[in-house]
């Protein structure tokens, strides 16, 4: 739903920028003086920009350059998006900030005015849309199949332990698996944890630090040696089924040899989420991945 909403506002900034980029471009050229648009009293600030000699006496080169810039660039995303083509929502993020670029370089050499006002937030509108549209587009289409990790095993003395609400940190979840030919189990709750009402119900245990209550396990976790916790970041600490889990299991987890994951979006994993952790767990190792824009590095 994210992703369809989000696309099509992004749709509807690439065209309304496109066209009347066109628009615009079109009505300097025809002419020149600036008479279609209103604009003659405009040339003369112009003149503070380099070579304005050569290229700034008329609007020819301002029009063709409007029509290159903001018309055609986003008419191809526009098209780009229609087909669903990843490189259309990436153009159309960019183009966004191209544009606010633009009225930028405006608001250096015009008077303040409306028009550009109101176009630098169409700007960012898009930015902001295009940006939304292309991390729901990677999400959509992000690929996981556990049937793709033949070494994840079923009698192993090493286990590995997860939460995931989107895939990604159980993608990372069972790439560690399968080096360590370990078995692995995933956490579950009754807590509404799916989609987009999802996010915001786990963003509040994450905000409050709660422990979210998970199922009992299938597992007997006395039986094993070393246990690998994977856990994303939940408001820049561990998610809230975790915590409920290395709370639950906090002196057993003491005896034996523990790893930590830590799955995160920004680019840098928060003091905090290590420090609580450690405040459970003696971890021997803390790992961190990123997951950024629907792909996991």
Known sequence: MRLKIFKGLL??????IGVGAFVGGTAMLIKPDGSILHMQSM?????VLPFASVLFQNYIFSGIALIIVNGISNTLAFILILMNKKLGFILGTIFGFTLMLW????????PPNVLDNA???FGCLQLVCGYIALVSYNQHHFKFDPNDYLNVSADSKTLVVYFSRMNYTKKIAYTRADKENAEIVELKTNERTEGHLGFWWCGRFGMHKWPMETLPLTVDLNKYEKIIIVTPIWVFKMCAPIRDFVAKNK???KSKDVEVIF?????????GAIDEMKSYVPAKVIESKTTMLGHTF
């Open 43 to 47: 040339l003369p600030y112009f003149q």
């Open 263 to 271: 799955n995160h979006f920004n680019p840098w994993l928060p003091k």
């Open 251 to 253: 002196e057993l987890l």
């Open 119 to 121: 176009y630098f937030t």
């Open 11 to 16: 749709l509807f900034w690439t065209i309304f």
């Open 103 to 110: 009225i930028t370089i405006q608001f250096i050499i015009f």
